[in-house]
């Protein structure tokens, strides 16, 4: 009975998809052909702009005024056990990964996150990944780079620059602005979200974003942004901020979605996804921005030892942003307090392999 | 279902049948390909896949304005490398498939963090004319990719799987998987 309601649907399809193609009205115009030619020199500039970026990871790391800027190591230990989680290991959930790899994560350089079972959260069984891992036979992406610049006791404010494209929206309301003797753009919004953009003078499209920054701060920190042979720098890094290169040219090989681990609590209503990121992730999907530019609020909290972003939203959720290795984890919490995030982060930890296969073989199936 | 056997010609003919292991039904003609067809010029190519490429991509997509844009842009690459192609229509057809599975996994990222737990199936008020290909939107982007080029174009799993660089397996399942959500939906 199912095969011959997928043989209807099948055919449904077919009728479906035909029609809708015969309504497409498109011909290779003139017009059309022009608008290839303009990618095309697009893309050339966009080149010239990559060789001048370099291979290597560049770190920000200038001296501003009074104040020396140093380089934010995200890289964490694998293992290491932090916060209060370590008084058992909870339970974990399956990690949904599709086109390599087996079901441990660190075969595909991913952390083994877990949480304690103390929180009460009962893991569950993820839905399908949305993205999957494939090759990219088509490596020549649009070239951006992400740079985070934090303030130095690891606190907001927080700037967030993106080179090339970026999908976030510019906060309302937004009005004309110079950055230096550029025309630009500055929207700034009453929860303190801001950003200005502008085209730098050798066609690269600038984004910068903040957190808890004054609109003055901001454009100065924006026109104190320059390309040099190797790169970008910031020679006007805020006083007292710091400043990594987040991500860098990562649209190569690679789709970064990578696994999935739910959790939700028996009776409380709380609601736990921690989702992990490869690096590879084209930076104009980024995350990390996404969050940002949806967020109501933004904090920092301890996750692992570190301090990382963490997010609140108008409907009161909350997600936890960070950078285990070279991989981007978020963890989303619905229904809890902030006393709650703080009780939640602090069970995290990255189980080792010896725990995680006794995971593994305790609970089939998660 | 009548696949891809060879070079189509440039009226989109499909091939002979191929044995399958998803549902038989019969597509009708697929859209044109220059996959294997000798190609003189960049601008013959144009003329001739711009209007498939940009359809493919809408049924991919859903909406034609960005339909174009990946097009236009797949046929940059196309221009940048013409030279060192030897099949230009394949290569075209791929990084159409490939911005296209771009364009869709971003949206699929932005849904997620934005909140967005899952990617609620549509109400069936909900659906408009086009229900069928209205609710394609509830696929994962690899889903839907590989139900267009099976049902609009007619291709054999192992193409999909070759363009999606998955094995002809995982094709079927995704195939299968997607025939039943979209039988939630339109038979709920």
Not at chain 1, 235 to 248: K, R
Not at chain 2, 31 to 60: H, I, K, N
Request: aromatic share 6%.
């Amino acid at each position: 009975v199912t095969d011959r309601k997928d043989a209807e649907v099948a055919m449904a399809l077919v009728t479906a998809l035909g029609q809708r193609a015969q309504r497409v009205e498109v011909e290779p115009t003139p017009e059309a052909r022009e608008a290839v030619d303009r990618r095309r020199l697009g893309r050339a500039r966009r080149r010239h702009v990559r060789r001048g970026l370099g291979a290597a990871a560049l770190v920000a790391a200038v001296v501003s005024s009074a104040a020396v800027v140093r380089h934010v190591d995200h890289e964490r230990d694998a293992g290491v056990v932090a916060g209060g989680g370590n008084s058992g290991v909870a339970w974990c959930d399956q990690v949904l990964q599709a086109g390599q790899g087996g079901d441990d994560p660190a075969a595909l350089g991913l952390p083994r996150l877990v949480l304690d079972p103390a929180l009460g959260l009962t893991p569950e069984v993820g839905p399908d990944p949305l993205v999957t891992i494939a090759p990219d036979t088509d490596p020549a992406g649009d070239v951006t780079q992400v740079q985070l610049f934090t303030s130095a006791d690891a606190a907001v404010p927080l700037i967030y620059v993106q080179w090339g494209g970026s999908d976030l929206a510019m906060p309302a309301p937004a009005r004309p602005v110079t950055v230096g003797e550029i025309p630009g753009e500055y929207g700034g919004d009453p929860g303190g979200w801001s950003a200005v953009r502008w085209q730098m003078a050798d066609g690269t499209d600038a984004n910068v974003y903040a957190w808890g920054l004054e609109k003055a701060t901001l454009l100065a920190f924006a026109e104190g942004l320059v390309r040099t042979d190797a790169g970008y720098e910031a020679t006007d890094v805020p006083e007292g901020f710091v400043g990594t290169v987040f991500d860098e040219d990562v649209h190569a090989d690679d789709e970064g979605y990578s696994g999935h681990y739910g959790y939700r609590s028996a009776g409380r209503g709380i609601r736990v996804d921690l989702d992990v990121w490869t690096e590879p992730l084209p930076t104009n999907e980024t995350p990390l921005g996404s969050v940002l530019a949806t967020a109501d609020d933004a904090d920092t909290v301890e996750v692992l030892g570190g301090k990382e972003l963490l997010a609140r939203y108008p409907n009161g959720d909350w997600t936890v942003a960070w950078t285990p290795g070279k991989c981007l984890a978020t963890l989303r919490i619905s229904g809890a307090t902030r006393a709650e995030v703080d009780d939640i982060v602090a069970g995290l930890h990255t189980a080792d392999g010896a725990e995680w296969a006794e995971l593994l073989r305790s609970q089939p199936g998660r | 279902v009548r696949a891809r056997e060879g070079a189509l010609d440039d009226g989109g003919t499909v091939g002979s049948v191929a044995r399958n292991d998803v549902p038989s039904v019969e597509p009708p003609a697929a859209a044109p390909a220059a996959d294997d067809v000798d190609v003189v010029s960049f601008d013959q190519l144009f003329a001739r896949e711009y209007g498939p490429m940009v359809r493919l991509a809408t049924l991919l997509l859903g909406n034609e304005a960005e339909a174009e844009e990946v097009v236009q842009e797949a046929f940059a690459v196309v221009h940048e490398r013409w030279a060192r192609l030897s099949r230009p229509g394949g290569y075209l057809r791929g990084c159409v498939v490939n911005r296209a599975r771009d364009l869709l996994r971003r949206r699929a990222v932005v849904q997620r963090l934005r909140r967005t737990h899952a990617i609620e199936p549509p109400e069936p008020a909900d659906l408009g004319v086009d229900h069928l290909f209205d609710a394609l939107a509830i696929l994962p982007p690899k889903r839907r990719i590989a139900v267009v080029l099976r049902y609009y174009e007619g291709r054999t799993e192992a193409e999909i799987a070759e363009l999606l660089g998955v094995r002809p397996g995982t094709v079927k399942s995704m195939v299968h998987r997607a025939l039943a959500q979209l039988r939630e939906v339109i038979e709920p």
